[in-house]
């Protein structure tokens, strides 16, 4: 099962809204076949498993353990079903992760495999598959993107200079593991005024890029900036106008209490299942105060002098990894709702 997450996780960031899925085909403890779910719309772990057994294994399937990180599927969906498939392949036994919590599933594909007189055992390394695909539980159990905080602080907590005056905490390792933590996100988002300050990109050069999204309310991002010029699509939220100019997507929104929440509904219905936010502080402590959060992930680099803002407080933390990172630590925090914590594997799969 540990090869089927490794397997599953080659897909990171290509997958999305679909979950990160691998299978392996054991016989008498020899890997007769492997695959996962690389890319999403095309096949699905199971069928690529089976693809990969050769002519002259092909006999001893009948005898052989399905290995599968979550529960194969019962439904016609852009492919036929997986648990049909496996039935038709008379595997003699199905090992099964996570049961998958998509209603046209749900246990569907568990019991057709049942039913055709298959052993199937669930929950093996249960907690680490489900910590792998924590996006795609978040959205069918929660209807919302899973969401990660991200910033940088000083060890004193401050998040910058009073001034706004740029301070440097991030240093090469933490820029270019953020610049991996983009790829694996659905979106990405930040304030108006770092949208402005900074003139973020808001890309990766790993491969996946996110939907990128910045609160504008009364449209002050320059035209000049990066954010609006030619690129991979964007959302400006505001509250004058919509439509659409280029890679630009203008979404009105009232910019009230229910601000995050109606933009989490509109990332769910088009299919986000992660969202990634960079600041700043203003932006970051709504979505603490709300509760709306999964992860946090911090780092914190040497003090600066006092004249600063005090960082977001996160009070409702469960968990904390704590790792040297260059003249950096990073700090990482799951939030006290997040039902998917790491497994023994999962802290090593940001
Ligand atoms: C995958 N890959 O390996 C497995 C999935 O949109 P479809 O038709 O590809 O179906 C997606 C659903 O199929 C997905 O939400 C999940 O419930 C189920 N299983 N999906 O993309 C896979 N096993
Ligand atoms: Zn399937």
Request: charge should be neutral; include cysteine; hydrophobic fraction near 40%.
């Amino acid at each position: 099962m540990m090869r089927c997450l490794q397997l599953a996780q080659r897909a990171e960031g290509y997958a999305a809204p679909n979950p990160l899925v691998g299978a392996v085909l054991v016989h008498q403890g020899r890997i007769i076949g492997e695959g996962f779910h690389q890319v999403y719309g095309a096949a699905h772990a199971e069928v690529n498993c089976f693809a990969s057994v050769s002519e002259a294994d092909r006999v001893l399937i009948p005898e052989s353990t399905l290995y599968v990180s979550l529960e194969p599927c019962a439904h016609f969906g852009k492919t036929p079903p997986c648990a049909d498939r496996v039935i038709r392949e008379r595997v003699q036994r199905v090992v099964v992760a996570n049961r998958d919590p998509f209603a046209a599933v749900d246990g569907k594909g568990i019991d057709k495999l049942l039913a055709a007189g298959i052993q199937v055992d669930t929950g093996v390394l249960e907690q680490d598959a489900a910590w792998l695909n924590r996006r795609f539980f978040c959205v069918h159990t929660r209807n919302r993107p899973y969401i990660i905080l991200k910033w940088a602080q000083t060890q004193n907590g401050f998040f910058a200079p009073a001034d706004r005056s740029r301070l440097q905490i991030s240093n090469s390792w933490s820029k270019r593991l953020n610049d991996r933590w983009r790829a694996k996100e659905s979106a990405i988002m930040v304030g108006t005024i770092t949208a402005i300050n900074d003139n973020p990109r808001l890309t990766s050069s790993y491969g996946h890029v996110p939907l990128r999204i910045a609160l504008d309310r009364t449209l002050r991002i320059p035209a000049t900036h990066q954010l609006l010029q030619e690129g991979p699509a964007t959302w400006i939220v505001n509250e004058l106008e919509a439509g659409n100019s280029g890679s630009v997507r203008y979404h009105k929104l009232p910019f009230d209490d229910r601000l995050l929440t109606q933009l989490l509904d509109e990332l769910s219905a088009v299919g986000k299942n992660s969202l990634i936010v960079e600041g700043g502080v203003q932006l970051l402590q709504s979505f603490i105060d709300q509760g709306l959060w999964d992860e946090a992930r911090v780092f914190i680099a040497g003090d600066v002098d006092s004249n600063g803002i005090q960082a977001p407080r996160l009070s409702e933390a469960l968990h904390c990894a704590d790792w040297p990172l260059g003249d950096n630590r990073l700090h990482y925090y799951i939030h006290n709702n997040n039902s998917y914590a790491p497994g023994t594997l999962g802290l090593h799969s940001l």
